[in-house]
């Protein structure tokens, strides 16, 4: 079966940064468009943070335009978001997403990770 799981996440000071993975088997990687998915408190919707096509176009929501970097490495089935300059609005949990097309909307994701826990302190 097809499984996300997301590492990575913890806690960090303003202005800090981290590096979430997600790690995904049992789907044709190469083939799906990944995304970052936040959400920042309970029962908030997951806001789209970050998305890469298949084949390696990045599309980012303004949060993270300029602080945010999302990469996919093929041969590993692996996406990465690199998040700089944190700060206190970052804190969420992180959802990575696959979907045969890339897209905005969390409802057109087939699947999901368990998710990860980003704390920004100030």
């Known amino acids: 079966q097809v499984q996300l799981v997301e590492s990575g996440g913890g806690l960090v000071q303003t202005g800090g940064s981290l590096r979430l993975s997600c790690a995904a088997s049992?789907?044709?990687?190469?083939?799906?468009?990944m995304a970052w998915f936040r959400r920042q408190a309970p029962g908030k919707e997951r806001e789209f943070g970050v998305g890469i096509s298949s084949s390696g176009l990045a599309d980012y929501a303004d949060s993270g335009k300029g602080r945010f970097t999302i990469s996919r490495d093929n041969t590993k089935q692996t996406v990465y978001l690199q998040m700089n300059t944190l700060n206190a609005e970052d804190t969420a949990v992180y959802y990575c997403?696959?979907?045969?097309?890339?897209?905005?909307?969390?409802?057109?994701?087939?699947?999901w990770g368990q998710g990860t826990q980003v704390t920004v302190s100030s």
């Open positions: 049992g789907l044709s990687f190469d083939n799906y468009a």
């Open positions: 997403a696959a979907n045969p097309g890339p897209s905005y909307r969390a409802l057109e994701y087939n699947y």
